[in-house]
């Protein structure tokens, strides 16, 4: 077989520039792994690179196939003796667009950013975790250094990264105060929220204050809700803003506010992967899927998840498994 299903683009644009194409197979070279993929996360990173912002303008050449988050079966290992054999069920993050995407049959992957799927976890859930898991980890655990007796807010807590997000800082023994919508209130308490805010109620800004840290999942793109943010920390409090340029005056805004503050980028990471592949299979955090679509429906998957009103994730069914 040198051919495969994908989903794919051909340049910038709506939904609509995605189309099932068959086209050639990776070829897995040096230290990866071919995957035979399972299903693959929908994550805000695709909706933008498909319409010409986020990692577009690293793409070399089209078609091009996204999608970073995969769930699937090792297809070939890098050498007769490694632990990931032809068979082994396995997870992970992808450099797209430096490589080809999950929004196919077939992925050829670094080890350093793929490990076993987690026990339990399906195929689907699994496919969930990767982008989202790192980016709240890097955020909350890594850089906001979440602890004991620390106040938190974390916006749009009930969304792909929020979830996780919420989840992360309760653990580690954060006092959480998410916000998001009304309908969405009681599932962030049972994911360990302590306090929850209704955006929709009136402004977030009138309900807390005195923050250690702010997890910034929205910037200003809307509602300037990061720029209020900062009225809402305590003076030498940190903001960590996620969604690349959706706050072009970060810096300005947070030093005349005698705050921190700084962005983050997710980096394909096994071996932090691992930490979190233990708490979902403890049990001690938990993927939330809201909806499932066919690959074939990608389109449909971009439309729903630029609404913004996701719970979870959105994951692609690329095969049966």
Known sequence: MTTMRAMTMSGAGGPEALSMAEIPRPVRVSSEVLVKVHAAGVNPIDVKTRSGKGGFGAIASFPVVLGNDFSGVVVEAPYAAHPLQPGTEVYG?????RMSGAYAEYMSVSLLSVIRKPVGLSHIEAAGVPVAALTAWGMVVETAKAHEGQRMLIHAG??????????????FGAHVIATGSSRNLGWLRELGAAEVIDYTAGPFEDAVKDVDAVIDLIGNVQFDTA???LKVLRPGGIIVNGPSGSWPTMAEEAAAAGVRATGFQVAPDGSTLAIISRLLESGEVRVYVDKVFELEQAADAHREIAEGHTRGKIVLKVCEG
């Open 93 to 97: 993050m992808g450099m797209v667009p």
């Open 158 to 171: 009930a969304g792909g990264v929020g979830h996780f997000a919420v989840q992360f800082a309760a653990y």
């Open 227 to 229: 720029s209020r943010s």
